[in-house]
């Protein structure tokens, strides 16, 4: 009997190393400027999100343990309307590993200031995929789904657009919803743009980028830094044509919010012409970070 039950237990780990789910979520959320609320609410409801993330099956593809996205949802509750009404910011990390290293590149980071949610505490967390009948879940689901778009778009080219239509039918079934972040006419950077700007071929470019970027460039750097950097650097100027249809897209706010710590890093240890060319891309495309870019010139020769 005993062996039984061994045997049971091995089966059973081997099959959640298999057959693993897609993200690896760490949900944080701080509750600070709520005076005199019940804290083990705020307690409940992060673990409820961390299971909601962590065991739902988001594809119908295969992950092993190791193949999980890391993403971290960092969740701030500003205001608390009623018992179970709540309004804050939500920002949201996603990081896909690099080729051959121990590197962690960041795909996104973005802060969404219109969290306005409900949730009663030890009640079930229900998500369905075609009704607005729970603005939480469809905000979770929604970034679930841009997360996985990103981290696929980064291996092969538009390979994440299965997801990114799933998000935009999340938006379109929130068109009536009450709280904001889904409508076009509310703001040029909510979920509506985002998803808009992703899927939009006019400006196709932002995902060529990140294909390129990260397959064709940060993967081959580990074993030919120059070709990688070379790659990363042609990757840009999709950036620049996109930036050129469209300065204000919020697209190009989302890929330099991930990325302009990143390209100095990389960039300061290019050539001298390669530096030159790369930073009159960036300080046209991403003015308010150019004096991180600075650095990419005053670096030593190569």
Not at 30 to 44: D, H, P, V, Y
Not at 256 to 277: H, M, Q, T, Y
Request: overall charge neutral; glycine content about 4%; aromatic content about 14%.
């Amino acid at each position: 009997m005993k062996r039984t039950l061994m045997f049971l237990a091995i089966v059973l780990f081997v099959q959640n190393q298999l057959f693993a789910q897609e993200l690896r979520c760490n949900i944080s959320i701080s509750a600070q400027k709520i005076q005199g609320a019940n804290r083990t609410l705020f307690e409940t409801m992060q673990s409820d999100l961390y299971e909601f993330m962590n065991n739902r099956k988001w594809t119908d593809h295969q992950y092993s343990m190791d193949e999980r996205i890391e993403c971290n949802f960092f969740i701030n509750l500003e205001e608390q309307i009623s018992s179970d009404e709540f309004k804050g910011s939500i920002q949201v990390q996603a990081r896909r590993p690099v080729f051959n290293s121990s590197y962690e590149t960041i795909l996104l980071n973005i802060k969404d200031n219109d969290f306005h949610v409900k949730y009663i505490e030890y009640q079930t967390l229900e998500f369905n995929e075609t009704s607005n009948k729970d603005n939480l879940t469809n905000i979770l689901a929604f970034y679930a789904y841009i997360i996985l778009g990103m981290d696929y778009d980064s291996f092969s080219p538009e390979g994440g657009t299965e997801f990114f239509q799933k998000a935009q039918n999340i938006v379109n079934n929130s068109q009536n919803a009450r709280e904001k972040g889904w409508k076009a006419y509310e703001s040029e950077r909510n979920r509506y743009w985002l998803v808009e700007n992703i899927l939009n071929k006019s400006y196709s470019g932002f995902r060529s980028c990140m294909y390129q970027y990260h397959r064709q460039g940060l993967d081959l750097m580990s074993d030919k830094a120059p070709e990688g950097r070379a790659a990363i650097a042609e990757s840009l100027k999709q950036i620049q044509k996109v930036f050129r249809a469209r300065p204000s897209l919020y697209i190009l706010q989302v890929f330099f919010g991930a990325k302009s710590d990143e390209l100095v890093n990389i960039f300061s240890k290019s050539f001298p012409d390669e530096r030159n060319r790369v930073s009159i891309i960036l300080n046209e495309c991403d003015p308010s970070n150019g004096s991180k870019y600075e650095k990419i010139l005053k670096s030593e020769s190569f």
